[in-house]
Nanobody, 125 residues
Framework: QVQLVESGGGTVQAGGSLRLSCAAS????????MGWFRQAPGKERDFVAA????????YYADSVKGRFTISRDNAKNTVYLQMNSLKPEDTAVYYC??????????????????WGQGTQVTVSS
């Protein structure tokens, strides 16, 4: 079992930045593919970013490409999401997730086995 806890959410003005962290316990994250998803009220959970277990490859939703950066520190068992140039449409609950590195469906919530409880990000205009 892997327990994931997100932190770093909050309220920021448009154009601002936040860095989300996802700390793991129970097992090392070293061998998991990690992803960030977000869910706005009344909407489905959408893919934001993913990173392979080595950190060599990263993937982003078109809506955040060039503004968000996913990274990981396996020694600290932590994954990060640096969010710059935030927009009001980025407002959502952000979730981190861990999944098997053998699966290719990094953009689908079904491709992940473990989830955090989420952290709220609110961007005001």
């Amino acid at each position: 079992q892997v327990q994931l806890v997100e932190s770093g959410g909050g309220t920021v003005q448009a154009g601002g930045s936040l860095r989300l962290s996802c700390a793991a316990s129970g097992r090392t994250l070293s061998y998991y593919r990690m992803g960030w998803f977000r869910q706005a009220p009344g909407k489905e959970r959408d893919f934001v970013a993913a990173i392979t277990w080595t950190g060599r490859f990263t993937y982003y939703a078109d809506s955040v490409k060039g503004r968000f950066t996913i990274s990981r520190d396996n020694a600290k068992n932590t994954v990060y999401l640096q969010m710059n140039s935030l927009k009001p449409e980025d407002t959502a609950v952000y979730y981190c997730a861990a999944g098997s590195p053998l699966r290719a469906d990094y953009g689908s919530p079904g491709g992940y086995d473990y989830w955090g409880q989420g952290t709220q990000v609110t961007v005001s205009s």
